[in-house]
Each structure stands twice: as structure tokens, then as C-alpha cells.
């Protein structure tokens, strides 16, 4: 043993560093000692945050590749699932929402909504001062009490429901108020039209709409002038003309919006079938009251001369 090697080791720890002091003495030359200063990773501090936090992973040098902690498969197994349940959700409430919104449209699908509520955003001035759509509004829809396919006792349509529809003649999804249900006696020029005109309005505050000309109340009104139409005064001047009536047909409802001179409803297409009913708001959600509750949608109509 020519070539003795005698290591002391002094161990010093620091926050993140050890040092360690070699003292190498050897036979040949026991007059002068090598002392060297080794600067080296704390891995004993190391190991232990790693047991402390398992899920923390530390990022080495190339060199120290071999010595990096890797997750365990259960961690990479948790992690993916994560992954998968949101990407599922979120193709599942688009999907939802897209199967919703082509139902709309169709009224023997409709029944199978997936939803029971919706929420509606005011669209166009034809029912001021009821729904405002400057503010942006949004509402809640009532969709499962009419319509409900696992229920006998769905809630009917009730005169002054505000209801949400599709419209076959301009195929557009459009809101508007129940003023007449089967069997009711309605005023086909509107309930306003001889107020209208006596207010020097000569179309009785019928708006013109191009898609239908001559308007419902119209032709209504000269094809059974003597037969199904009645006078109020039992005159036939100009302005009783405004008071034509008639009866509601079965399964079917008058709808009129609330601002009459900026509506297209009933008065131009006719009764609606209730198979293009799609629901019936009942709450406005925003903007929130100022006592902090929710508008609750009446029954009461609006009248267009109120200021």
C-alpha cells in the first residue's frame, strides 16, 4: 500500500448548497496536504422537498436527466382524464345548444328540447315598454311546463303570456303577448285601432309590412264582411270598420306586441298555431331590480298611450 488516500469530510449546509471539505494526505508526500473545496447539489435537501411535495417536478440539466424525479403513472393517468372530462363537456354544451337551437325551428322536434328553461335576449322595438332590448336585457323562458312529454298536466297558454314563437310566414324565432286563446273574441285591426284613429292615425296603427299585403285583418275583413265579422255601433263608416272582430280557432292564439305601431303579429298573419308556441318568459334576470330581486313578467298589457 504504497498509495494511502486518508478523507476527512466536513459537511456544511447552507439554503440551497452543501460544501464539503476533503483533506487528502498521501504517503509520498506527507509534507504538504491537498485541500479542495467541492461545491456540490444538496441532495439530501433535494430528496426531501420531493418527499414533502410528490407532485412537484424538477427540471435538471442534461447531465442530471437520469436523476430527475418523474411523476408516477397515476398522476400522468389523473391528469389525462382532466383533460378528457373537459373536452367532453364542452363538446357537449355546444352540441346541446346547437340540437336546442335547430328545434326551434322545426315543431314536431321542438318536444324534445333537452332543456327546461332558456334565456332569451330582446331583440327589435315590438314590445316596449315590456321587454327592452337597449338595455340588454336577458330573460328566463320557461320551456317544460307546456310542453313536457312525460307530464299530462301541462300548464296552458293563458291570455297575456309573453311568449316566445316561431313565426312560419317570416321564419324568424320572435316574441309577442297572447291576447286571445281559443274561443275568445279578438279585435282584428287591434284592441288600440279605433283609439288609433281617433287620434288622427288612418291606418289604426297598423303598420305596413310588405311581406304581407294586404295584411290578415284585411283580407279578413272583406271576404267575410257580412258572415263572420260583427260591428260594434252596427254601422259601417270608416271607423267602425276598426272594430271588426272574431272568434279564435281551435288550438290556435292571437298575439299582438306591446308597441302596436312597430309590430308585425297577428293582425297580419292570423292566429297561430300553439305548436309554434316555444315557451313563456317569465322573469327578467338583467338588469336586476333595484330592491335586488327579479321582474316577474304580468299579464297586464301595456296601453300605448301611457306615458
Not at 77 to 105: D, E, P
Request: aromatic share 12%.
Amino acid at each position: 500500500m504504497n498509495n494511502v488516500l486518508l478523507s476527512h469530510c466536513f459537511r456544511s449546509i447552507t439554503s440551497n448548497h452543501s460544501w464539503l471539505l476533503i483533506i487528502t494526505t498521501s504517503r509520498r508526500s506527507r509534507s504538504s496536504s491537498a485541500v479542495t473545496y467541492v461545491k456540490a447539489r444538496n441532495n439530501c435537501h433535494h430528496q426531501y422537498n420531493m418527499r414533502r411535495y410528490p407532485t412537484r417536478t424538477k427540471y435538471t440539466s442534461s447531465s442530471q436527466n437520469n436523476n430527475a424525479i418523474k411523476p408516477s403513472p397515476q398522476q400522468s393517468h389523473r391528469s389525462s382524464n382532466k383533460s378528457k372530462y373537459f373536452v367532453m363537456s364542452l363538446t357537449s354544451f355546444f352540441a346541446i345548444n346547437a340540437f336546442g337551437t335547430y328545434t326551434h325551428f322545426h315543431d314536431n322536434l321542438f318536444q324534445y328540447y333537452p332543456l327546461p328553461f332558456a334565456i332569451d335576449v330582446g331583440v327589435g322595438p315590438s314590445m316596449l315598454p315590456t321587454l327592452t332590448p337597449d338595455r340588454g336585457e336577458l330573460y328566463l323562458r320557461d320551456v317544460w311546463s307546456h310542453r313536457s312529454i312525460f307530464s299530462n298536466d301541462n300548464r296552458e297558454y293563458e291570455r297575456g303570456d309573453v311568449v316566445t314563437m316561431y313565426n312560419p310566414y317570416s321564419q324568424s324565432i320572435v316574441t309577442k303577448r297572447i291576447v286571445g286563446v281559443e274561443g275568445d273574441t279578438i279585435q282584428m285591426f287591434g284592441e288600440y285601432a279605433s283609439e288609433f284613429y281617433k287620434r288622427d292615425r288612418d291606418d289604426g296603427g297598423l303598420p305596413v309590412d310588405g311581406r304581407f299585403n294586404p295584411p290578415f285583418c284585411q283580407t279578413m275583413q272583406q271576404e267575410y264582411l257580412e258572415e263572420d265579422i260583427t260591428y260594434n255601433k252596427g254601422t259601417k263608416n270608416r271607423v267602425d270598420n276598426y272594430d271588426a272582430t272574431m272568434k279564435v280557432p281551435p288550438n290556435h292564439v292571437w298575439v299582438e306586441g306591446d308597441n302596436p305601431l312597430e309590430s308585425t303579429d297577428s293582425r297580419h298573419y292570423g292566429p297561430l298555431s300553439i305548436s309554434a308556441l316555444r315557451g313563456r318568459i317569465v322573469l327578467r334576470l338583467w338588469p336586476i331590480m333595484s330592491s335586488g330581486g327579479f321582474y316577474r313578467m304580468t299579464g297586464e298589457r301595456p296601453s300605448p298611450f301611457s306615458k
